[in-house]
């Protein structure tokens, strides 16, 4: 039973534009979670994260929002940049399980077109 | 500042051969894990480790072996390589919190084929 999920495997964006990637979640536990970059040939990259606490957080271009009632997480991207074409996996942890335990998506696969 | 090290970055085995992959890292962190990466199917977790001495089975553990003998090192080994267990791996470091949630630092990955 997968319990987060990434139901887009794919999008694209013109570039300029806005990049809205989705994540849902089925464990209520999780009170932790993150996005992560990762290039072809790469590991993932550390990109943003969000406690249970906050429903928003704000890093330049990037900002994740959190609606635990739906328990459903976004990534926007604005303006999106060639630069940001890359797979990018949302993960929770719960501090019940430590915190360091990380649980990922199948990832999505964003192509922003120049 | 190397962060995770992995090494071999690419690696071809025969179905039956053995090897271990190395992951170092030099952050001091407390946690370290091991994830295999397949088409469609996102990082599962194989094994990981809470500090030296202490390891733990996660997602998909079968067909993998680990020790942690320092805070540094946490090799996995492939007992009897499969053509199951071609994939991308990745291993991962991160301190232990006290409970707000932390990151995880990756590796560059280890590009496994068994034929």
């Known amino acids: 039973d997968q319990q987060v999920k990434q139901n887009s495997p794919s999008l694209s964006v013109q570039e300029g534009r806005i990049s809205i990637l989705n994540c849902d979640y089925t464990n209520s536990m999780f009170d932790y979670f993150l996005w992560y970059k990762k290039y072809p040939a790469e590991g993932p990259t550390f990109l943003i994260s969000i406690s249970s606490i906050k429903d928003k957080n704000e890093d330049g271009r990037f900002t994740v929002f959190l609606n635990k009632s739906a328990k459903h997480l976004s990534l926007h991207i604005v303006p999106s940049q060639p630069g940001d074409s890359a797979v990018y996996f949302c993960?929770?942890?719960?501090?019940?399980?430590?915190?360091?335990?990380?649980?990922f998506g199948k990832g999505t696969k964003l192509s922003v077109i120049p | 500042n190397a962060g995770v090290t992995q090494t071999p970055k690419f690696q071809v085995l025969k179905t039956g051969q053995s090897m271990t992959l190395q992951c170092a890292q030099d952050m001091n962190h407390e946690y370290m894990s091991w994830y295999r990466q397949d088409p469609g199917m996102g990082l599962r977790l194989i094994h990981y480790?809470?500090?030296?001495?202490?390891?733990d089975q996660g997602e998909v553990p079968n067909g993998y072996n680990v020790s942690r003998s320092t805070t540094e090192d946490f090799p996995l080994r492939l007992l009897s390589a499969a053509p199951s267990q071609t994939s991308v791996y990745f291993c991962?470091?991160?301190?232990?919190?006290?409970?707000?949630?932390?990151?995880?630092?990756f590796g560059q990955g280890t590009r496994l084929t068994v034929v």
């Open positions: 993960a929770a942890s719960h501090s019940g399980a430590g915190s360091y335990q990380l649980t």
């Open positions: 480790s809470v500090g030296a001495g202490i390891t």
């Open positions: 991962a470091s991160s301190p232990i919190s006290g409970g707000s949630g932390t990151e995880a630092f």
